[in-house]
C-alpha cells in the first residue's frame, strides 16, 4: 500500500498537528527537491497550540511512531507546538530505545539561529501558539545562542482558526492581527524584529505586514528551516544515505482524505495530493 514502506531507504517524515507544516514542506521540496517526503497531518486532533504538555508530547510520539514504521528514518517535527513540548522528550527519552539510528528534529532551533544577524535593538518578539509561547522554547534556545537578546512572546489564539477555516485574508481577520500586534508592541516598544512561530502564519503575512510599523523585520520559518535541514544532510552522510530519492511527496491524515485535499490546496495552491487517511494511538 505504501511504496516507501519496507525499503532500506525512506522519505523524509514530515509532521504537523494539521495543515500548517504544509508551508515548511514547500520550502524542503523548493531546496531539496531530489528527496522523497511523507507529510503527517493530524488533523483529526488539531489544533495543538492549546493543548496540555502531556497530551501534545502523546500525540507528537504517536505520529513519529507512525512515520518511523513507515520507514521514515529522519522526521520533522513541522510544528512549533509539538517542537516546543514534544521534541527533547522524544530525542532524550523515546528514540534511544524505539529507534536508535533514526532521528527526529524540530524548527524552533533553525529559527532561533536567524534572528541574532536581524535584531539590532536585541529586543525580539514572539508570535505563536500558547503552547509555544507558554513553553519558553524560544526565548530559552534565543539566550543559549545571543544571551543578549530579549525575547517578548504573545499569543495568538484566534490565528490557527482563521488560517484553517479559510478566512485568513477577510476584513474579519484585521482586527484580529492588529490586536496582537499592539499586545506585542504594547509590551516591548523596542521590538524590531518579530517571529512568526506558527507554521500557519505565512498565510496571514500580507495582513501581518500591512498591520507592523515598516521598520519591524519579519523572521519566517520556511527557508531558514529549510536551509537547515539541507546542511544537517550534509554534515550527516549515513543519514543522507538513508533518505531515498525519487522527488516524490505522499500526504497522511487522521481525517478523510477528501477534507485534507479541499483544505491542503489552500496551502499548496497548485498542487494534487496523493492523500491517505491513516490512524494513530
Ligand atoms: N502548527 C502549529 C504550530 O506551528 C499550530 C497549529 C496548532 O495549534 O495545532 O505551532
Given at each position: 500500500?505504501?511504496?516507501?514502506?519496507?525499503?532500506?531507504?525512506?522519505?523524509?517524515g514530515v509532521f504537523d498537528s494539521g495543515y500548517g507544516g504544509l508551508t515548511i514542506l514547500?520550502?524542503?521540496?523548493?531546496?531539496?527537491?531530489?528527496?522523497?517526503?511523507?507529510?503527517?497531518?493530524?488533523?483529526?486532533?488539531?489544533?495543538?497550540?492549546?493543548?496540555?504538555?502531556?497530551?501534545?508530547?502523546?500525540?507528537?510520539?504517536?505520529?513519529?511512531?507512525k512515520l518511523f514504521e513507515l520507514g521514515c528514518p529522519l522526521v520533522i517535527l513541522a510544528?512549533?507546538?509539538?517542537?516546543?513540548?514534544?521534541?527533547?522528550?522524544?530525542?532524550?527519552?523515546?528514540?534511544?530505545?524505539?529507534?536508535?539510528?533514526?532521528?527526529?528534529?524540530?524548527?524552533?532551533?533553525?529559527?532561533?539561529?536567524?534572528?541574532?544577524?536581524?535584531?539590532?535593538?536585541?529586543?525580539?518578539?514572539?508570535?505563536?501558539?500558547?503552547?509555544?509561547?507558554?513553553?519558553?522554547?524560544?526565548?530559552?534556545?534565543?539566550?543559549?545562542?545571543?544571551?543578549?537578546?530579549?525575547?517578548?512572546?504573545?499569543?495568538?489564539?484566534?490565528?490557527?482558526?482563521?488560517?484553517?477555516?479559510?478566512?485568513?485574508?477577510?476584513?474579519?481577520?484585521?482586527?484580529?492581527?492588529?490586536?496582537?500586534?499592539?499586545?506585542?508592541?504594547?509590551?516591548?516598544?523596542?521590538?524590531?524584529?518579530?517571529?512568526?512561530?506558527?507554521?500557519?502564519?505565512?498565510?496571514?503575512?500580507?495582513?501581518?505586514?500591512?498591520?507592523?510599523?515598516?521598520?519591524?523585520?519579519?523572521?519566517?520559518?520556511?527557508?531558514?528551516?529549510?536551509?537547515?535541514?539541507?546542511?544537517?544532510?550534509?554534515?550527516?552522510?549515513?543519514?543522507?544515505?538513508?533518505?531515498?530519492?525519487?522527488?516524490?511527496?505522499?500526504?497522511?491524515?487522521?481525517?478523510?482524505?477528501?477534507?485534507?485535499?479541499?483544505?491542503?490546496?489552500?496551502?499548496?495552491?497548485?498542487?494534487?495530493?496523493?492523500?491517505?487517511?491513516?490512524?494513530?494511538g
Amino acid at each position: 500500500m505504501y511504496p516507501f514502506a519496507f525499503q532500506k531507504t525512506g522519505p523524509i517524515g514530515v509532521f504537523d498537528s494539521g495543515y500548517g507544516g504544509l508551508t515548511i514542506l514547500k520550502k524542503f521540496r523548493e531546496l531539496l527537491p531530489q528527496y522523497d517526503f511523507l507529510y503527517l497531518g493530524d488533523n483529526a486532533r488539531t489544533p495543538y497550540g492549546t493543548r496540555s504538555f502531556e497530551i501534545v508530547y502523546e500525540f507528537t510520539l504517536e505520529a513519529v511512531k507512525k512515520l518511523f514504521e513507515l520507514g521514515c528514518p529522519l522526521v520533522i517535527l513541522a510544528c512549533n507546538t509539538a517542537s516546543a513540548k514534544a521534541l527533547r522528550s522524544i530525542q532524550q527519552h523515546d528514540l534511544p530505545h524505539l529507534a536508535p539510528d533514526k532521528r527526529v528534529l524540530g524548527v524552533i532551533r533553525p529559527t532561533a539561529e536567524c534572528v541574532g544577524a536581524v535584531t539590532r535593538t536585541r529586543h525580539v518578539g514572539l508570535l505563536a501558539t500558547a503552547g509555544t509561547v507558554n513553553s519558553q522554547s524560544y526565548p530559552l534556545e534565543i539566550k543559549k545562542l545571543f544571551p543578549d537578546i530579549e525575547v517578548t512572546g504573545v499569543a495568538c489564539p484566534m490565528w490557527v482558526p482563521l488560517v484553517e477555516n479559510n478566512e485568513y485574508a477577510s476584513e474579519g481577520a484585521d482586527y484580529f492581527v492588529r490586536k496582537y500586534i499592539g499586545e506585542l508592541l504594547g509590551k516591548d516598544p523596542q521590538t524590531d524584529t518579530v517571529i512568526l512561530g506558527c507554521t500557519h502564519y505565512p498565510l496571514l503575512k500580507e495582513k501581518i505586514r500591512r498591520f507592523m510599523p515598516p521598520h519591524i523585520r519579519l523572521v519566517e520559518q520556511g527557508e531558514p528551516v529549510a536551509e537547515s535541514l539541507k546542511d544537517y544532510l550534509r554534515r550527516h552522510p549515513e543519514m543522507n544515505a538513508r533518505c531515498s530519492r525519487g522527488g516524490g511527496c505522499e500526504f497522511l491524515t487522521t481525517e478523510s482524505a477528501e477534507k485534507f485535499r479541499e483544505s491542503a490546496s489552500v496551502f499548496l495552491h497548485d498542487t494534487e495530493v496523493d492523500v491517505r487517511s491513516v490512524v494513530l494511538g
